[in-house]
Nanobody
Framework: QVQLVESGGGLVQAGGSLRLSCAAS????????MAWFRQTPGKEREFVAS????????YYADSVKGRFTISRDNAKNTVSLQMNSLKPEDTAAYYC?????????????WGQGTQVTVSS
């Protein structure tokens, strides 16, 4: 079983930056493809960014492209999401997700989430 623990959320003014981290345990990180999702009350969870097991492939939602950067450190079993030029509409609970390499899902496991609030 893989456990994911997010950290780094908080309150920031529009235009500011935050860096989220996701610490994984229960498996070497290079066995996992990783992703970040976010959710606001009353809305479905939405994809933010993903990174393949080696870090060779990354994908971003159009809404965050050019502002957010996903990265991973397999030696430290951590995945990060650097968020710059934050906007009030980025306010959400952010969730780390993982899926087994070679599997059909990138969301076999979820973290508990960390809240990001961007004030205008």
């Amino acid at each position: 079983q893989v456990q994911l623990v997010e950290s780094g959320g908080g309150l920031v003014q529009a235009g500011g930056s935050l860096r989220l981290s996701c610490a994984a345990s229960g498996s070497p990180l290079n066995n996992l493809n990783m992703a970040w999702f976010r959710q606001t009350p009353g809305k479905e969870r939405e994809f933010v960014a993903s990174i393949s097991w080696s870090g060779g492939s990354t994908y971003y939602a159009d809404s965050v492209k050019g502002r957010f950067t996903i990265s991973r450190d397999n030696a430290k079993n951590t995945v990060s999401l650097q968020m710059n030029s934050l906007k009030p509409e980025d306010t959400a609970a952010y969730y780390c997700a993982a899926g087994w390499v070679g599997g059909t899902s990138w969301t076999d496991f979820w973290g508990q989430g960390t809240q990001v609030t961007v004030s205008s």
